[in-house]
């Protein structure tokens, strides 16, 4: 059982439109993050949550997204009035709370597709 | 803000060889990741170190970290075609930055 679920897989969205991914972890987690990859790219950081409150985020992270947790167990990525560039993977992963000496544990990515 | 940089990004063995993949950063941190991802696929954790001078080895992969330097080493020793993959480090201080990453490709 995979330590993160990611929904969906795959999103083909309209430019301009507004997209939200959703990430299920299913242990508690310690930290969370979420990164983007554009295709055959390097992996960038987008935001970490740690005690539910938004703990670092990059450049890349602006006025066009934000994260939510919802209802306490999923945490989404909303990304306003999508644009070509935001065609990428995206990945959540967390850090799992039962210990410190482990690896972060990452989704299977939500391939977005802006068109 | 971390910076961290991997070489080589590219590299094309021979069945057999050894060769080293090498993580820079720039800033303190407790925690190095190495992790390999297939085309199309997620990330998929190899390693985790946590101290100066931590060596972690699974299989034919050896990770080791020197704190002091703020370099990361990953080994292969004697490839195979099933490591073909492209590997990236990542350090975390709160917000995990990765590497480049390393594509590696090992022929017969």
């Known amino acids: 059982e995979p330590e993160v679920t990611q929904t969906p897989s795959h999103q083909v969205t309209q430019m301009g439109q507004e997209v939200i991914l959703r990430c299920v972890p299913i242990?508690?987690?310690?930290?969370f993050y979420w990164y983007r990859q554009i295709l055959g790219q390097k992996v960038e950081f987008l935001v970490s949550?740690?005690?539910?409150?938004?703990?670092?985020k990059s450049e890349i992270f602006d006025d066009q997204f934000s994260v939510e947790r919802p209802d306490g167990s999923n945490f989404t990525l909303k990304i306003r009035s999508t644009k070509l560039e935001d065609s990428a993977m995206y990945f959540c992963?967390?850090?799992?709370?039962?210990?410190?000496?482990?690896?972060?544990?990452f989704g299977q990515g939500t391939r977005l597709t802006v068109v | 803000e971390l910076k961290v940089e991997q070489n080589p990004l590219f590299l094309s063995m021979q069945e057999g060889k050894n060769y080293t993949i090498y993580c820079n950063y720039s800033?303190?941190?407790?925690?190095l990741y190495w992790y390999r991802q297939d085309p199309g696929k997620s990330l998929e954790s190899l390693f985790v170190?946590?101290?100066?001078?931590a060596v972690k080895q699974e299989g034919r992969l050896m990770a080791s970290l020197d704190t002091k330097a703020r370099l990361s080493t990953l080994h292969i020793t004697a490839a195979v075609h099933d490591l073909s993959a492209t590997y990236f480090c990542?350090?975390?201080?709160?917000?995990?930055?990765f590497g480049a990453g390393t594509r590696l490709t090992v022929k017969p």
């Open positions: 949550f740690y005690n539910n409150e938004i703990s670092e």
């Open positions: 170190l946590l101290s100066n001078g």
């Open positions: 990542a350090v975390d201080n709160n917000d995990m930055r």
């Open positions: 992963a967390i850090l799992p709370k039962t210990s410190l000496n482990t690896e972060a544990f």
């Open positions: 800033t303190t941190s407790d925690r």
């Open positions: 242990s508690n987690h310690l930290y």
